[in-house]
């Protein structure tokens, strides 16, 4: 078993009295795509939010290729190569497409003087790629606020790709989207996966979306690890039933 | 430098030598404190209520302060001239709100700022030219206790006013509380869409806040200029009070409104006595920059911004 | 540059120069003109491109005044003593000392400012929307109140500069010169500066701070340097204003917290924010306007200039700039590309 790219130990985080992660551990292997599902509540936005530095924790340790980062900043997180995207779906609304999709690019060695540069033809014309492998090359010039909430959450997820990211952590990705895209984006999400060797952390909530793309799953309640394993041994897990039927 | 830290530090050697001057600071402090608490529970209610930052309020104070003022040269007593001090001041507020807060209110947070802000100027340029730039002051027709052997004393007015305002806060209170509209105002501040599922009309809500508000700062404005003074351009320096009690306190926790305006009104004099009265305004606004920069890392802590 | 804005530009610029000539009696306002597209220019900087509404950058300009005015004294008399006696004291200068002092204090009034913007920038931009534009604002009365307090550099009393030694009328002009040489120094500096990568970091600032730092940017670096930027050209602006009045003192000439300080708002708001060319329309119709108010409504202008801010954030919103891209959004670029994307192909990594 190689070296896990997302080492979370035990780690505990609490919002006044109320405990959302107790002791969670998991692990997300370099190069596959790992779920993350559980019910509403269960405390999985608040592991995402933790492990890519939106809260301090309270307590264990996350790893980032074998690097302590449970300290730092979202920034200093991203420059190192962890994107997240957001449940409500952020994109910059003024700026148009192609712009969204310029700005970016990899953080990670910008110099001061990068500040003044301009944009190279290349990048533009990967911009302009990767909006086509999204499907929104014909709106590229239009103001990103103006696109349906579908197309945001694609253009988020090609501003996403275009920071060439080693891992991305996805939350809820086809929620919101007409269930007729969601073939279509689980299609790109593997082959983010596997053209652009991108390791996906996924949260999601439609079953039949995280067994049809995850290699391994983790399955959360009441902030407590439940279960984990390939999609068929979750499928099968009475635990994971009964958290989902609100049994105890 | 010398020359002016030597006449600081003799100031402070008198409130050592002669704890009565604190006593008289003190209670200067207090009496001045409660009318900022008046404005900055105002401020704090409409802020959390409308999410409206009224930078126009201490404008409010100034000109509920020369209504007081014109009604007593038609012979009304200060003390009654309250009452309709404060219905016209509600009348004004629900004008402006119509006019302008209502439109403000859905658009971003600078943009109610700023047009609180040009109204701010609007106001101090009407009061000007109407009453002219000098101060003015409200004859209330009490006299002054002496304490302590006349080594104290304090205008009977500042303990009237303090009482004053006890009552207004007191009443506020109760009203936001115990009343029908109070807990629609309250549902409102907590969430808006909600309330307005629910049946209650916010746009009334947020007029009726507005006005409450524009009346408050109105009856400060009064006490204000039976205890002090008032001047069509002092107006900005008590928005800027405001804005520092309500950033030190918090929105919605208003004992601690009340308390960090008493605090400010007694620092407020000793820097004053200390520092001489024109570091007054600076110690103000140096106290904000202190309590933002404060609450700041506090939330870097958190990893978050102070918005 | 297209032909047409080319000519534009060329228009603009020969009216520039001609204006002085044709009403020598107006320099000194024809000046103030050109201040003020630089105070809209520099403020749409901050609170247009990057969102960080400041109330506060009347700052800048106040610093550069007093900087440049104590350096051209101090290089020749004792600061102290020279403001003490309130204008009493007439220095005579010699052209070349003139000149130099005013040439090193200019320099200094740019770089201070920057140095003050650095400082601020620490502990001012952990604060957002309406606490920054508060905080921005208690730094300008602050600073005002500051200066008035300081004996050395005369107190509320303010400082006499030094007397401008070329003939009549001289004066007026050379400022006017100085003005517009550095308006447009400054146009055509954020005219590049728009052109690169900086103008997409802070327009993802205003945007969105938090996913703009969710995708690693350097936003503390970029919040920076965009006001370090408005801090150069407003202590310029502010060296060269109070040369030009020939006295400064703290309240009305160095830190107008409520005109200057207020005007930069409302001009860039007028014209459109985000934009290059809105404050800069906005700075014209708003000097217009200020210029009609000042003569026929002469008492009201301030309520005047009330009003405006009101209507203008109330009412109109968008500037006279977004007004038209609202209505022609094709003029700007905002369009559906018709034309068929080509065939979705990615080999390897992107």
């Known amino acids: 078993m190689s070296q896990a790219i997302i080492d979370v130990r035990g780690v505990s985080k609490a919002f006044g009295g109320v405990i959302a992660n107790h002791e969670v551990s998991l692990k997300v292997e370099p190069?596959?795509?790992?779920?993350?599902?559980?019910?509403?509540?269960?405390?999985?936005?608040?592991?995402?939010?933790?492990?890519?530095?939106?809260?301090?924790?309270?307590?264990?340790?996350?790893l980032f290729e074998g690097q302590e980062i449970s300290r730092?900043?979202?920034?200093?997180?991203?420059?190192?190569?962890?994107?997240?995207?957001?449940?409500?779906?952020?994109?910059?609304?003024?700026?148009?497409?192609?712009?969204?999709?310029?700005?970016?690019?990899?953080?990670?060695?910008?110099?001061?003087?990068?500040?003044f540069g301009k944009h190279s033809p290349e990048l533009i014309e990967k911009a302009e790629r990767l909006l086509e492998f999204v499907g929104l090359y014909s709106k590229r010039k239009l103001v990103a606020g103006s696109l349906s909430f579908g197309q945001q959450k694609l253009l988020e997820f090609a501003m996403a790709l275009m920071n060439e990211p080693k891992v991305l952590l996805l939350d809820e990705p086809t929620a919101g989207i007409n269930p007729t895209l969601i073939n279509g984006l689980i299609d790109r999400l593997k082959r983010a996966n596997q053209e652009f060797g991108i390791t996906l952390f996924v949260i999601e909530h439609n079953m039949r979306v995280i067994m049809n793309l995850a290699d391994q799953i983790y399955c959360m309640s009441h902030g407590e690890l439940l279960a984990s394993g390939s999609p068929d041994e979750i499928r099968d897990d009475q635990r994971v039933i009964d958290a989902y039927l609100g049994a105890h | 430098m010398a020359g002016v830290i030597v006449p600081m530090w003799d100031n402070f050697q008198i409130l050592v030598t002669a704890p009565v001057f604190n006593v008289q600071l003190i209670l200067n402090g207090l009496s001045v404190g409660a009318v900022f608490a008046l404005a900055a529970y105002g401020l704090a209610l409409v802020w959390g209520?409308?999410?409206?930052?009224?930078?126009?309020?201490?404008?409010?104070?100034?000109?509920?302060?020369?209504?007081?003022?014109?009604?007593?040269?038609?012979?009304?007593?200060?003390?009654?001239?309250?009452?309709p001090v404060g219905v016209l001041m509600f009348a004004y507020g629900w004008v402006i709100y119509a006019l302008i807060i209502r439109r403000v209110i859905e658009l971003d947070l600078f943009t109610s700022l700023l047009a609180t802000f040009g109204l701010a100027i609007t106001m101090q340029q009407v009061l000007?030219?109407?009453?002219?730039?000098?101060?003015?002051?409200?004859?209330?027709?009490?006299?002054?206790?002496?304490?302590?052997?006349?080594?104290?004393?304090?205008?009977?007015?500042?303990?009237?006013?303090?009482?004053?305002?006890?009552?207004?806060?007191?009443?506020?209170?109760?009203?936001?509380?115990?009343?029908?509209?109070?807990?629609?105002?309250?549902?409102?501040?907590?969430?808006?869409?909600?309330?307005?599922?629910?049946?209650?009309?916010?746009?009334l809500v947020y007029a009726l806040t507005f006005s409450i508000n524009s009346a408050i700062c109105g009856v400060a404005g009064v006490i204000i200029a039976m205890i002090w003074v008032i001047q069509p351009f002092y107006g900005i320096a008590y928005s800027v009070r405001a804005f520092v009690v309500v950033t030190a306190a918090g929105l919605g926790n208003f004992p601690a409104v009340i308390l960090t305006s008493l605090g400010l009104g007694v620092i407020e004099q000793y820097s004053g006595f200390i520092l001489g009265a024109q570091f007054q305004q600076a110690t103000v606004v140096g106290l904000l920059l202190v309590i933002l920069m404060w609450r700041q890392t506090l939330l870097r802590r958190h990893r978050l911004a102070l918005q | 540059m297209t032909r047409p804005s080319l000519a534009l530009h060329l228009v603009l610029l020969v009216a520039g120069i001609v204006a002085?000539?044709?009403?020598?009696?107006?320099?000194?306002?024809?000046?103030?003109?050109?201040?003020?597209?630089?105070?809209?220019?520099?403020?749409?900087?901050?609170?247009?491109?990057?969102?960080?509404?400041?109330?506060?950058?009347?700052?800048?300009?106040?610093?550069?005044?007093?900087i440049c005015a104590v350096v051209q004294i101090g290089l020749f008399y004792n600061v102290g003593d020279y403001t003490a006696a309130s204008g009493e004291i007439k220095i005579d200068f010699t052209d070349q000392q003139y000149y130099g002092g005013l040439a090193l204090g200019v320099f200094l009034a740019a770089i201070g400012p920057v140095i003050l913007a650095v400082i601020l920038s620490k502990v001012l931009f952990g604060l957002r929307g309406p606490y920054f534009a508060i905080g921005t604002l208690g730094v300008a009365i602050a600073a005002a109140e500051l200066t008035a307090a300081w004996g050395w550099v005369g107190g509320g009393g303010g400082i006499s500069m030094p007397v401008f030694p070329g003939g009549p009328g001289m004066r007026e002009r050379f400022f006017y010169v100085a003005c517009m040489v550095t308006t447009i120094l400054c146009y055509l500096f954020l005219r590049w500066l728009y052109s690169t990568r900086f103008s997409l970091a802070i327009n993802a600032i205003r945007d969105d701070e938090d996913k703009a730092e969710a995708l690693g940017l350097h936003t503390a670096r970029y919040k920076m340097v965009a006001w370090s930027v408005s801090a150069f050209f407003m202590g310029i602006a502010g060296a060269l204003f109070g040369n030009m009045t020939g006295f400064i003192e703290p309240l009305e000439t160095a830190y107008p917290?409520?005109?200057?300080?207020?005007?930069?708002?409302?001009?860039?708001?007028?014209?459109?924010?985000?934009?290059l060319w809105g404050p800069i329309i906005g700075a014209t119709v708003f000097y217009t306007l200020r210029e009609l108010t000042w003569t026929y409504l002469l008492g009201w202008q301030y309520i005047a200039l009330g009003v405006l801010i009101i209507v203008n954030v109330v009412y109109f919103q968008q500037g006279i700039l977004g007004w038209v891209q609202a209505r022609k959004p094709e003029w700007f670029g905002i369009r559906v590309e018709t034309q068929p994307a080509r065939a979705v192909k990615v080999d390897g990594k992107p």
């Open chain 1, 72 to 115: 730092m900043n979202v920034q200093e997180i991203a420059r190192l190569g962890m994107l997240r995207t957001f449940q409500q779906t952020r994109i910059f609304s003024k700026m148009n497409c192609i712009q969204n999709l310029l700005i970016s690019v990899p953080h990670r060695k910008a110099a001061w003087r990068n500040m």
């Open chain 3, 257 to 275: 917290t409520l005109t200057f300080g207020i005007f930069m708002v409302a001009m860039t708001l007028l014209g459109g924010k985000g934009t």
């Open chain 2, 128 to 203: 000007n030219l109407v009453f002219g730039p000098d101060v003015r002051t409200l004859k209330s027709g009490f006299g002054r206790f002496e304490l302590l052997d006349g080594m104290v004393d304090i205008t009977q007015i500042r303990v009237v006013a303090f009482g004053l305002c006890i009552v207004l806060a007191v009443a506020m209170v109760l009203f936001l509380r115990n009343s029908r509209m109070g807990q629609a105002i309250r549902a409102t501040a907590q969430d808006p869409r909600a309330a307005r599922v629910l049946g209650v009309n916010t746009d």
């Open chain 3, 20 to 66: 002085p000539f044709l009403f020598p009696a107006h320099s000194v306002q024809f000046a103030v003109f050109w201040i003020f597209v630089l105070f809209a220019m520099t403020w749409d900087t901050m609170g247009g491109q990057m969102g960080y509404n400041s109330l506060g950058n009347i700052v800048f300009f106040g610093l550069g005044m007093y």
């Open chain 2, 49 to 83: 209520v409308t999410s409206v930052k009224n930078l126009a309020q201490g404008d409010f104070v100034m000109m509920g302060g020369y209504l007081g003022y014109e009604l007593s040269l038609h012979g009304v007593n200060p003390i009654v001239a309250i009452v």
């Open chain 1, 31 to 62: 190069g596959k795509i790992t779920g993350l599902i559980g019910p509403n509540g269960s405390g999985k936005t608040t592991l995402f939010n933790s492990i890519v530095g939106q809260y301090p924790i309270d307590g264990g340790s996350i």
